[in-house]
């Protein structure tokens, strides 16, 4: 089993849509946790990290949920700039940084 | 822009050659940590350096070593070069180590291995 899981879609949705993507992640000692967005052949840039409580940012939430070991990333009023990969990240920082990147979700908005 | 530059942005190297490729932070942030990231993949964890010291290292062999310099900026060098080991190479610098800390990503080194 992968330590993070992503769904790898692509998810082809249509502009206006609300799309969900969830990340399962596998050891329960992580303690962060984060939501990168990357474009064709370009470096992960970051989208939002993702808190106990959830947290909005605009068009973006984000949800952790500990006890079923999942993060997700939900986008409301999709634009056609939103067509990219959303990687979830999870960091196992204790004594040293490990840091996961999930294989990633593509995401296409269609006109 | 982040900031965070890489260098070369493309290589060609054959199997069984070494490689070193470079990194120079965004200023003001002492960590820096490789990705590896192969065609339609996420980018998987190499290692992490904060204040010159290796801080974490991911499931990569020996043959994958680096260098942090006093200003911060890195080296990760690879021996013996396999065709598995044909990647974008990442760096990404962060303020510090630890918990919660975003990274800023260089566009990469694309490292191809005949």
């Known amino acids: 089993r992968k330590e993070v899981e992503q769904d790898p879609g692509p998810f082809n949705v249509p502009e206006g849509a609300t799309v969900a993507f969830n990340c399962t992640y596998s050891?329960?000692?992580?303690?962060?946790f984060f939501w990168y967005r990357q474009d064709c052949r370009k470096e992960p840039k970051l989208l939002m990290s993702?808190?106990?409580s959830g947290n909005e940012d605009g068009r973006f939430t984000a949800q952790l949920n500990r006890a079923s070991q999942y993060i997700s990333l939900l986008i409301r009023d999709s634009k056609l700039s939103d067509s990219a990969t959303y990687l979830c990240?999870?960091?196992?920082?204790?004594?040293?940084?490990?840091?996961?990147f999930g294989s990633g979700t593509r995401l296409s908005i269609r006109p | 822009e982040t900031g965070v530059t890489q260098s070369p942005t493309h290589l060609i190297k054959t199997r069984g050659q070494q490689v070193t490729l470079r990194c120079s932070s965004q200023?003001?942030?002492?960590?820096v940590s490789w990705y590896q990231q192969a065609l339609g993949q996420g980018p998987q964890f190499i290692f992490q350096?904060?204040?010159?010291?290796?801080?974490g290292r991911g499931n990569f062999p020996p043959r994958f070593s680096g260098l942090q310099f006093p200003n911060y900026s890195s080296e990760l060098n690879v021996n013996a070069l396999e065709l598995d080991d044909s990647a974008l190479y990442l760096c990404?610098?962060?303020?510090?180590?630890?918990?919660?800390?975003?990274?800023?990503f260089g566009p990469g080194t694309r490292l191809t291995v005949l």
């Open positions: 990404a610098s962060s303020l510090a180590s630890g918990m919660g800390n975003e990274q800023f």
């Open positions: 050891n329960s000692a992580s303690q962060s």
């Open positions: 993702v808190y106990s």
């Open positions: 990240v999870v960091d196992s920082y204790s004594s040293a940084s490990k840091i996961i």
């Open positions: 200023s003001g942030h002492n960590t």
């Open positions: 350096y904060y204040r010159e010291e290796e801080n």
